[in-house]
């Protein structure tokens, strides 16, 4: 099967320790090459309803972010 069909057939199966580790690498990039970028910026924690901010760039720094989160 050609690449597309199986995207708009919902993907494939990627194993929980890649998502896991891919996971901590996005929030290093997150954390070093993108919010450092931003004018202005949130962290959510949407782990459970209602939805959580936890770190806006106005009361914040990157340094309390990278602590929060363990990055």
């Known amino acids: ?11 494939h199966h990627v ?6 580790r891919r996971f901590k690498r996005s929030l290093a990039h997150l954390l ?6 931003a004018t202005r910026w949130a962290i959510w924690d949407s782990r459970s309803l209602p939805v959580k901010r936890l770190a806006i760039s106005t009361d914040r720094d990157i340094e309390f972010v990278r602590k929060l989160i363990g990055v």
């Open 1 to 11: 099967m050609c690449g597309n069909v199986l995207v708009r057939l919902g993907g």
């Open 15 to 20: 194993p929980a320790k890649d998502i896991r």
């Open 32 to 37: 070093d090459d993108y919010l450092p970028l």
